[in-house]
């Protein structure tokens, strides 16, 4: 049969292309670029090599879906069964070019009326048959020259033909005669598996394209972790997608788009699941069905193997990791010579693979899981009792799989002590979340006895703690709050857990908190415990409530700290109370770290120590202690990966992106911080401010509509269920994006908010970013006696504590206030002020903002000073990525009259952006209109069109829609 390109191109009968589950090429675009360069140029040869499903067929669409003109398109198949067809794909390609050859009537050699006879739709404008020789080698050899001379009769033709792999003998040596001395017009394309070729040459023989012929080779591989979320996100329509669902399914697919489509097909919610996190990626993943297509391929081979390459194939299965073909006869129970017979003819068969040397498994989980379910359960329980007996003689003992084929075979008692041992084990490595899903299992059988309950749901609880996985074992703890076979001394602890896991998931702060008081009631034998959570109830950084209502929890955290004899617990108690009264400006803490112990005993009491220096980085970074943040997480994040403390070393990490932010090391900054949303989107403490980071950087862009998705998630609007500061920080920046776009309504209403939650608390250490903008939009808003009233509250809050960053903070407000008033001596002595603390910080974002302020100041004193420190800002923040701030420079150096000279001198870009159009490509890339980029870079709408028709040229590209697809680096 044959097919054409698209509707420009000519056509040769044939249908409609299918469209496939993405709308999208992935992983392919190398591929595709070489092919679309290949083909044109005839004489040409392409072959495109790669497993099933990766691909191949893909590829060709996208060719073809392209503007081939002139060229004829010819598609022919070969097929999997039925009678031997001789040249069939060839031939079946050639069928419809009846219409073609009316029209053209070309002269052909006597030679070419062999075809007739193969292709009755075209012979009547064919040349009679010649009469036949007798000799099968010279009728073979006569038709593919009348093929070839057909071939080359019709004009530019590109020749297809798939799945060449299934191809007859005739049609490749046809093929290689083609493609060994092709038409000057012909070009050939050809798809194959490698693996399912006889003897491994597609064209039965060894092939090199002669001089003069274009060529290439495509070998399509499986895609990668971020090459399947592209693909997912493009099939399901959806934006994000976490890296732990890509991750779970590469793993469970191999990458292979076929099984990925089916594997996604399969799914019940696919739009819901692809935001999950790695535990619930797993388990969503794993209850999917076989899609029947694979299961059907699968069965196909297994089909034609021997009865001992079967069994040992489904031995590989009820093992399901790769393992040595030792084991595999083990479990099989075949004996060594027959092991290697059979292991070669399930490896030939393409049912197992070596997975690296000497260890032998299947392509993807789903093909392992095609062939377990071919198994009867006896023969199931069989295997597994099998494996269970192999592996107790492996060291060391694995197991997590002595676990499962315990499980499996039906052992409870087996399962339930490899099961926690292994659970232990994963404890001591520092994983957690292995550690979390093993107990968890346990803990949904119900016929565990309770006093294995107890000490189960508390080892969960305290790894779960440790951990990053949160929300399933929250959901298991609620569970056994209820659980009968739960003892009422182990309630309180696991209470206290639940409260602990719900206090960092988004909306769970006050239910959190409520079960810790609960908790702590239940926890009269066990102080130490009811000590970890009072020293939760005092962290005064979570909620509305007030910090007076802290300090009764504060207090009591002290004491218990001065009285325990345990240097884990005290370490603990510690990282709680310190991070808390330097979180609100204590000036007593900083004093105090030097008592802090450089060195501990265990590893429970790292672990610890851990928390103590990441509790205290972040309360640092808060307060503007940066270079003490910086020693304090470089330890901290240490001793975490040291102990295996995942959720420490998780919120030392954001930690680390707040002062990379504050300090203006924004270099790979957005890329950092959003790779930590992917991976900490289901804790709140740390997503909140993930997202504070990713706002204010795209504020600094200019970028609107970004900025104001992210900041809405700091918990800006729900401040009694949001990290305090990281909410009043959000407040902020919504509203200096709203008086960005001279909204000054919107941003007064931002501001108000903020400012209430920042009374309501009484934390003023936590006014470091509102105060700036609250005095801007008071005063946009004519509201200036608030603006007052704003900046004596501030000074008189924070006049005792220890807080540099709110101090600049404080004399830049006091500055606004009196730039307004028209007192611009006062307004410069307060700006250098704050410059100069910023400066020590150091915090250089915001000290050029204040500098820009002092720079406007002095324009009108001393035009030339206040031009050149424009222009030196404009640099400034060009240099860090502050798109919008540059252009605000610019704007104000142009309306005083000047302009920021070339550092290199005026030149010519040539086919390069020049920095201008780099800005202006980026904004027309995030899908900005003229009017919005114009506002955003303080131009023209007129200059920005030029500016845009100049980017398009340059990237060779014709629409902005192609441009959003662009690399702008």
């Known amino acids: 049969m044959t097919r054409a390109a698209k509707p420009g191109a000519r056509r040769s009968g044939g249908s409609a292309l299918m469209r496939t589950s993405s709308p999208v090429l992935v992983g392919r675009n190398d591929q595709l670029a070489a092919l679309r360069s290949t083909v044109p140029a005839q004489p040409a040869v392409v072959m495109i090599e790669g497993e099933a499903g990766v691909g191949k067929s893909r590829l060709v669409r996208e060719l073809l879906a392209t503007d081939l003109d002139p060229l004829l398109v010819l598609m022919g198949y070969c097929q999997p069964v039925g009678e031997p067809f001789p040249y069939g794909a060839v031939l079946e390609a050639l069928r419809g070019t009846s219409d073609l050859l009316a029209r053209r009537r070309p002269k052909l050699s006597p030679v070419a009326g062999v075809v007739g006879p193969l292709l009755p739709e075209i012979a009547e404008f064919l040349p009679d048959p010649p009469v036949s020789t007798g000799d099968p080698r010279t009728e073979r050899h006569r038709v593919f020259r009348a093929l070839r001379e057909l071939l080359g009769a019709l004009g530019p033709v590109l020749l297809v033909v798939e799945d060449l792999h299934w191809a007859d003998s005739g049609s490749r040596q046809l093929l290689r005669f083609l493609m060994g001395d092709p038409p000057p017009t012909l070009s050939i394309v050809v798809t194959y598996r490698r693996e399912d070729v006889p003897g491994g040459m597609p064209l039965g023989t060894a092939y090199r394209p002669p001089a003069g012929i274009a060529s290439v080779v495509l070998r399509l591989s499986p895609l990668d972790v971020e090459e399947v979320r592209t693909l997912t996100a493009a099939i399901l329509g959806e934006d994000v997608v976490s890296l732990e669902f890509a991750t779970k399914l590469r793993e469970r697919t191999a990458g292979i788009p076929f099984v990925v489509e089916e594997t996604l097909r399969a799914l019940r919610n696919p739009a819901g699941a692809v935001h999950a996190d790695s535990t619930a990626a797993r388990r969503l993943l794993e209850t999917v069905e076989v899609p029947v297509l694979l299961r059907d391929a699968m069965a196909e081979r297994l089909a034609a193997l021997p009865v001992t390459a079967t069994r040992l194939a489904q031995a590989a299965a009820v093992l399901g990791v790769p393992a040595p073909a030792e084991l595999l006869g083990e479990v099989a129970a075949l004996g060594d010579q027959r092991v290697r017979a059979a292991l070669t003819h399930a490896l030939d068969g393409q049912v197992l693979h070596e997975v690296d040397a000497g260890r032998y498994g299947f392509r993807h989980a789903l093909a392992q899981q095609a062939v377990y379910d071919t198994l009867s359960g006896p023969d199931r329980q069989q295997l597994h009792d099998r494996a269970i007996d192999a592996l107790r003689l492996v060291d060391p003992l694995p197991l997590v799989q002595l676990a499962e084929h315990s499980h ?37 059988e119900p016929s565990v006895p309770a006093a294995d309950v107890d000490r189960l749901a508390v080892k969960l609880g305290q790894v779960a703690h440790l951990g990053i996985d949160q929300i399933d074992p929250t959901t298991t703890l609620d569970r056994l709050l209820v659980d009968r076979r739960l003892s009422t001394s182990a309630r309180g602890e696991v209470r206290l857990y639940r409260g602990l896991l719900l206090i960092r998931q988004a909306g769970g702060a006050e239910e959190g908190r409520s079960e810790i008081e609960m908790a702590i009631a239940d926890l009269s034998e066990r102080p130490d415990l009811a000590a970890k959570g009072t020293s939760v109830l005092a962290q005064p950084f979570t909620g509305m409530i007030p910090l007076a209502e802290f300090g009764v929890w504060l207090d009591r955290t002290t004491r218990d700290r001065q009285f325990t004899a345990d240097p884990e617990l005290r370490l603990s108690l510690l990282a709680n109370e310190l991070g808390s009264r330097l979180h609100i400006g204590d000036p007593a803490v900083i004093p105090a770290l030097e008592t802090l112990p450089n060195t501990v005993d265990t590893l429970g009491e790292q ?237 250089p974002y915001y000290a050029a903002l204040v500098t820009e302020r002092e720079a406007v100041c002095t324009l009108n004193r001393d035009a030339d000073k206040g031009a050149e420190a424009l222009s030196t800002l404009i640099d400034t923040f060009d240099t860090m990525g502050a798109t919008r701030d540059a252009a605000r420079c610019r704007h104000l150096l142009r309306n005083a009259g000047g302009a920021k000279p070339s550092r290199r001198g005026r030149r010519g870009y040539g086919n390069d952006l020049s920095p201008r159009e780099q800005e202006v490509a980026r904004l027309l890339a995030a899908g900005h209109t003229n009017r919005e980029i114009a506002e955003v870079l303080f131009l023209s709408s007129r200059t920005v069109e030029q500016h845009a028709a100049r980017v398009l040229r340059k990237l060779g590209v014709t629409s902005r829609a192609e441009l959003q697809g662009e690399d702008l680096g």
């Open 408 to 444: 499996r075979a039906g052992r409870t008692a087996a399962w339930l002590g490899y099961g926690e041992a292994a659970a232990d084990h994963a404890t001591e490595i520092g994983d957690a979340g292995a550690a979390t899903s093993l107990l968890r299992a346990l803990l949904a």
């Open 607 to 843: 672990r610890q120590l851990a928390r103590v220096h990441c509790n205290l980085a972040d309360a640092c970074t808060s307060s503007g202690h940066f270079r003490l943040a910086d020693d304090l997480l470089r330890s901290g994040l240490r001793h975490a990966a040291e102990s295996g403390a995942p959720f420490v070393a998780s919120t030392g990490r954001v930690t680390r992106a707040r002062l990379d932010w504050l300090t203006g090391d924004w270099d790979g900054l957005v890329d950092r911080s959003l790779r930590l949303l992917d991976e900490y989107r289901d804790l709140f403490p740390n997503s909140s401010e993930l997202c504070l980071i990713l706002g204010s950087l795209a504020m600094a862009r200019g970028e609107w509509g970004e900025a104001t998705s992210y900041l809405t998630e700091t918990g800006a609007f729900t401040p009694e269920e949001a990290i305090t500061p990281v909410a009043i920080a959000g407040c902020a920046a919504l509203a200096l994006t709203a008086l960005a776009q001279d909204d000054v309504v919107r941003a007064c209403v931002d501001v108000d908010r903020g400012v209430h939650i920042l009374r309501a608390k009484g934390v003023w250490a936590w006014a470091p970013e509102l105060g700036p903008a609250a005095v801007a939009t008071f005063l946009a808003a004519g509201r200036e006696l608030d603006a007052e009233t704003f900046v004596e509250s501030m000074a008189e809050g924070i006049a005792a504590l220890d807080v540099p960053l709110s101090a600049a903070a404080l004399a830049q407000c006091r500055g606004r206030l009196s730039e307004a008033r028209g007192d611009i001596d006062a307004a410069l002595v307060h700006y250098r002020d704050s410059i100069a603390r910023y400066e020590r910080l150091p915090a």
